[in-house]
């Protein structure tokens, strides 16, 4: 069983930045692959970011490439979302998953899920 716990929303400014970080319980952690994810009402939930246990492979969103970084740190427990030069459209709720599964995780069926944490970008 893994817990997940999000933390690092907001409101920002257009062009601001954020950090979102999502800690899991259990002593599994390193084994799974982590994803965010985001959603905003009446769309589908999307897929932002995902990283192999061990960095091997990181999957980026078009939306997300060049501004999103993703990482993680197994020692403790916590996955990362580093967001720059956020936009309004990236308002959303923005979730972290794992799954020991890659495919799972980037076609958002992955098994544990966090709660979620809100990030509103102003114009």
């Known amino acids: 069983q893994v817990q997940l716990v999000e933390s690092g929303g907001g409101l920002v400014q257009a062009g601001g930045s954020l950090r979102l970080s999502c800690t899991a319980s259990?002593?599994?952690?390193?084994?799974?692959?982590m994803g965010w994810f985001r959603q905003t009402p009446g769309k589908e939930r999307e897929v932002v970011a995902a990283i192999r246990r061990r960095e091997t492979s990181i999957f980026y969103a078009d939306s997300a490439k060049g501004r999103f970084t993703i990482s993680r740190d197994n020692a403790g427990n916590t996955v990362y979302l580093q967001m720059n030069s956020l936009r309004p459209e990236d308002t959303a709720v923005y979730y972290c998953a794992a799954d020991l599964s890659w495919t799972k995780v980037v076609t958002r069926v992955a098994e544990y899920w966090g709660q979620g944490t809100q990030v509103t970008v102003s114009s």
């Open positions: 259990g002593r599994t952690f390193s084994s799974h692959v």
